[in-house]
């Protein structure tokens, strides 16, 4: 998040109601997640940020990926899932958070973004990720995703009713209806095996 918008955030009273990005991909036929590492704490976790007025949720979370792990591509405008958390702020308060958790299709990862000098990025497989996490939520979202079933997604299948283009009308706002953007069926979305990434930066690949 923007030390603009964490300013902001400490300026109001906050609700604890937060966005996260869940940035995706496919490699080798195997879905992978991106998690980062926060500044204080240095734990593996999602990119996110308290919600804005004049921001939709959606691109709220896609907003917060490009901050915090330099994340270009495609969101879906409904959320997949949410957990709840408790976040530790100046003198040790306590914000009881709710965070909903919107997918993104990774198509691009910058070698330089806004706070690439202060964050981690990496991709894990769904159990790997959850294994990293330690909210709770989260945990169970991960793992959901990592077992197999029906309700997985299978390789190549694009999250229904993601924009065209990596913003496009996100900034707009929009309705967050729509099919489940991971689990739905078909395969009439583009495929979200392709993933470009800047020249300098192999190793959060890794």
Request: proline share 7%.
């Amino acid at each position: 998040m923007s030390g603009k918008g964490r300013e902001a955030g400490e300026g109001r009273e906050r609700r604890g109601r937060q966005c996260a990005a869940l940035p995706f991909t496919w490699q080798g036929g195997e879905l992978r997640v991106l998690l980062v590492t926060s500044r204080e704490t240095r734990r593996w976790v999602l990119p996110k940020g308290w919600m804005e007025k004049r921001l939709s949720a959606h691109a709220l979370a896609a907003k917060e990926a490009f901050e915090e792990a330099g994340v270009v591509g495609d969101v879906a405008r409904r959320a997949i899932g949410r957990y709840d958390y408790l976040k530790r702020g100046p003198r040790d308060r306590l914000t009881a958070c709710s965070v909903r958790v919107f997918p993104l299709r990774v198509e691009r990862l910058l070698d330089k973004w806004p706070e690439w000098r202060q964050r981690q990025r990496r991709w894990f497989g769904p159990a790997e990720a959850a294994m990293a996490v330690e909210e709770a939520g989260l945990v169970t979202l991960l793992l959901r995703l990592a077992l197999p079933g029906p309700g997985s997604p299978e390789e190549g299948q694009a999250p229904p009713g993601v924009p065209a283009s990596p913003h496009g009308d996100a900034l707009e706002g929009g309705h967050q209806g729509g099919p489940h953007p991971l689990t739905g069926s078909g395969g009439g979305g583009q495929r979200a095996s392709e993933l470009v990434v800047e020249k300098g930066r192999a190793e959060d690949l890794r």
